[in-house]
């Protein structure tokens, strides 16, 4: 079975009309990716990265400046129609719609241009409108809807097709904690419902891409910086994991020299309180039952403990040099 | 298979456009509004003629220019509705990128989005037309109508139009806000150099050639014939000279010619907006913003 997603040598470049207008722009640079069937494929990076126009290439909105895009086994520059007919797309901050039509009649037009039949296509209108609490708005009109509102109908809109393979752009971008966490969790359950579902989602949100995706690729500059599990990625920043106790009646912290597996740490006492803040480099995290230990050996309270560990961010800092914001 | 998705593809794509041009106030004020308006527009013609020729309207050339004027709402309507449709969807409703990829015939949805103004045109028209016979005597004589003659050429006329259409609605697609302007422009060339109200004959030469090779000039002379007999008979005879400059040529040939230009204007449209779709996929133009 061909993979979801394919990419060779993928290069769109973006020419100014005059020089005035700018420089020439490389939004994507040999990008070669492969997204297998079933996945939550993340592509991070910040604004200008070239993940929206990776996108459009492979919706058929763009075509590539050089190299091949394939989408189910299929050529985005060829077989347009058989590449439609198994995807659709979604793009963050969309306010799109035709506002003198319901939220019903909008999602039902365009199922229908997707040849859905109508009966089938009424009944996925009502349970994702549901799933998205947007059911009390079925008869209002697009323009009388909030942005997060539209955001959301737009959302339902790409999945209301029942596609092989959707692209979500920022998906949640604009969207409240509530409305973007029921859409974290509905494209998670969308795909892990059905092995033939493949999402492809780009985000700037680095929670985002570590809690959904299977895999990520870092991308900057048009290029792919790196591409792995999130786990593997953090893997390979080679940062120590912290550890930080808030801790009550310590004594002294002479006892912590000689533990194994741990390379330093620094005390600061809050006189105020009474408490002290312990914070412990970490070699080897086995050590840190010892450590706990020799805290409780003391008499001391432990109040809080907080263990910090490379984050997507890390990664991303490594690979380009800059931070994502 | 391909027919039935293409036809419902049409269906409903035309149920959209109905929403679009009827849905925004109630159906009363739709009505009178779609009865106000072409008359308006034509008794600005209308009073300018009355202004020229001292009040004359009884007379043959008078009924030639006010058919003529009233068939043109269709060629105004139908090439700014077509390109409307490219421009609305991308521009303010921004949901050009979506349909755009949905798996359907973009043709079919545009001509269905049209159908729906052809429809709203058809009843301006006719309403113009009923206007003109009942208060300026545009000489209309329903027994001697040749029917065939006028379906047909409606048909073969307003599918022209529609083919027109597609090639601004490709054009538009690489286009800004100006896309108006260029159809505007259009419909102002053929308002020209069709005979609408101006025969062909008294165009310079070159001008007239090209008049010769435009469809919409022939189904302008076959639907004066269809719906006029008597007034382009009448108009041949008091002028003394090949008026329309296709007095002697029969009505077969006319629609002949007619047919041929719409092929002709068919294969280029389509050439036209394949190119088109082409550079704007290529320039990333499909879902770009200029108006709003």
């Keep these: 079975m061909p993979h979801a997603v394919e990419t060779q040598s993928l290069t769109r470049i973006f020419r100014p009309k005059k020089k005035k207008e700018g420089s020439v722009v490389t939004a994507l640079d040999s990008v070669d990716l492969r997204i297998e069937r079933g996945e939550l494929f993340g592509v991070l990076g910040p604004n200008g990265a070239g993940k929206t126009t990776l996108l459009k290439i492979l919706s058929t909105l763009l075509l590539p400046t050089s190299g091949k895009a394939y989408v189910a086994g299929l050529d985005v520059e060829k077989d347009l129609t058989a590449v439609r007919e198994r995807i659709n797309m979604v793009s963050g901050g969309e306010i799109s719609g035709y506002g003198l039509l319901t939220v019903r009649e909008n999602l039902w037009m365009f199922s229908q241009f997707y040849g859905i039949k109508s009966k089938e296509a009424h009944a996925r209108i009502e349970e994702l409108l549901a799933r998205f609490g947007l059911s009390s708005k079925a008869k209002a009109k697009v323009r009388t809807l909030s942005t997060g509102e539209r955001q959301k109908m737009n959302v339902i809109r790409g999945f209301v097709t029942n596609p092989e393979i959707v ?50 690729a870092i991308i900057d500059g048009g290029k792919i910086l790196a591409c792995d599990t999130p786990n593997n990625l953090k893997k390979t920043v080679k940062m120590n994991t912290t550890l930080t106790l808030s801790v009550y009646g310590l004594g002294g912290i002479n006892g912590f020299d000689n533990i194994p597996g741990l390379n330093s740490y620094t005390s600061y006492k809050d006189v105020e309180s009474g408490t002290t803040k312990l914070r412990f480099v970490l070699e080897d995290e086995s050590c840190v039952s010892e450590i706990v230990s020799e805290v409780v050996s003391k008499g001391s309270r432990i109040m809080s403990l907080q263990k910090t560990e490379p984050t997507l961010e890390d990664v991303f800092i490594k690979l380009v040099g800059r931070g994502l914001a | 298979m391909a027919v039935t998705n293409n036809l419902k593809v049409f269906k409903d794509s035309a149920w959209l456009g109905w929403q679009m041009e009827a849905n925004w106030t109630d159906p009363f004020l739709f009505l009178t509004y779609s009865i106000v308006k072409p008359i308006a527009g034509t008794l600005i013609l209308v009073l300018m003629y009355i202004v020229v020729t001292g009040g004359e309207t009884a007379n043959a050339f008078f009924s030639y220019m006010y058919v003529g004027n009233a068939m043109y709402m269709f060629v105004a309507e139908v090439l700014f509705g077509v390109t409307w449709v490219i421009h609305d969807d991308r521009e303010h409703y921004m949901t050009l990128k979506q349909v755009y990829i949905a798996p359907m015939n973009f043709y079919m949805y545009i001509m269905g989005r049209s159908a729906i103004k052809i429809a709203i045109t058809s009843f301006g028209v006719f309403i113009t037309i009923l206007f003109g016979v009942v208060a ?43 896309s108006i302007g260029i159809n505007e422009g259009l419909a102002g060339v053929f308002y020209v150099l069709s005979g609408v109200v101006f025969p062909i004959t008294i165009l310079p030469t070159w001008a007239e050639s090209i008049s010769r090779f435009l469809p919409v000039t022939y189904w302008m002379e076959a639907v004066r014939r269809g719906m006029e007999p008597g007034v382009m008979r009448e108009l041949a005879d008091t002028s003394g000279y090949d008026v329309t400059g296709m007095s002697n040529v029969s009505d077969l040939t006319i629609m002949l010619y007619l047919l041929i230009s719409v092929g002709v204007f068919f294969a280029l449209s389509i050439g036209v907006f394949r190119i088109a779709d082409y550079i704007a996929r290529k320039k990333g133009k499909i879902d770009w913003t200029t108006a709003y």
């Design chain 2, 136 to 178: 300026l005597d545009v000489a209309i004589d329903l027994t001697s109508i040749d029917w065939p003659l006028l379906a047909l050429s409606l048909v073969l006329g307003l599918a022209s139009i529609c083919i027109l259409g597609l090639a601004l609605g490709g054009v538009s697609f690489l286009t800004a806000k100006h």
């Design chain 1, 167 to 216: 692209f979500l752009d920022e998906p949640t971008l604009g969207l409240d904690v509530n409305a973007a966490r029921a859409v974290r969790d509905f494209v998670m359950d969308w795909v892990q419902s059905d092995r033939n579902r493949t999402v492809l989602l780009t985000t700037h949100y680095m929670m985002e891409a570590d809690e959904l995706c299977d895999r990520i």
